[in-house]
């Protein structure tokens, strides 16, 4: 149990267009979803707090407006990573809380975008 | 001083040795404390978990925290070639509050 799943696992795309990832939690609900931004070599950094039904809470320093987040389901969230950049080439997990767990978080695969 | 610390190595022990990762850590309201594996490329893994103090089997794996000290470990007995990947700690401090991660620790297991 405690499934998470990201789609799609690796993107590509110009400079300018904006790109979707979607997280699934498939066997539980997660009324908590987090998405996390991983450069090499470097460990997991919290880009936003998402709870369902409402808006999410970003990170000092994230950009709410270029990395659009929508949890409108117990089981979906989505980041839009909006006008993208080169900089923003990076490795993106989410992970989603249980909704009868006061701790564990469980991680989706991940999702590795390049922009050219 | 940052939140976490983890000690990055990388870490190398042959095949069979027991292996000791271990995080410290400033913020004594940390109450969730758990442990992650990440295979290069993949999302982390969750392999132990613990609140509050104390020590906890699963397998091959013992976690420990020790509160007075801000001190949290991972034990891996008769290590693989298979544990090798990077291992992050993570803790929290109250239902609803996202994790704070270490920087991880790299582990090369050979054969």
């Known amino acids: 149990g405690a499934v998470v799943s990201q789609h799609p696992s690796w993107v590509i795309c110009k400079s300018g267009t904006s790109v979707k990832i979607e997280c699934r939690s498939l066997d539980f609900q997660a009324t908590t979803m987090f998405w996390y931004r991983q450069f090499p070599k470097q460990s997991l950094m919290l880009m936003a707090t998402s709870n369902e039904g409402s808006k999410a809470t970003y990170e000092q320093g994230v950009e709410k407006d270029k990395f659009l987040i929508n949890h409108a389901s117990l089981t979906l969230s989505t980041l839009t990573v909006t006008s993208a950049h080169p900089e923003d080439s990076s490795f993106y997990i989410c992970?989603?809380?249980?909704?009868?767990?006061?701790?564990?978080?469980?991680f989706g695969p991940g999702t590795r975008l390049t922009v050219l | 001083q940052k939140e976490v610390e983890q000690d990055p190595g990388p870490l190398s022990v042959p095949e069979g040795a027991i292996v000791s990762l271990n995080c410290t850590y400033s913020?004594?309201?940390?109450?969730?404390f758990m442990w992650y594996r990440q295979y290069s490329r993949k999302g982390p893994e969750l392999l132990m978990y613990t609140y509050s103090s104390g020590n906890k089997e699963d397998g091959r794996f013992t976690a420990q925290v020790d509160k007075s000290s801000k001190y949290i470990s991972l034990f891996i007995r008769d290590s693989q070639p298979s544990d090798s990947a990077t291992y992050l700690c993570a803790m929290r401090n109250q239902a609803g509050t996202a994790l704070i991660f270490g920087k991880g620790t790299t582990l090369s297991v050979s054969s």
């Open positions: 992970s989603a809380r249980p909704g009868t767990s006061e701790g564990e978080q469980f």
């Open positions: 913020n004594s309201a940390f109450q969730y």
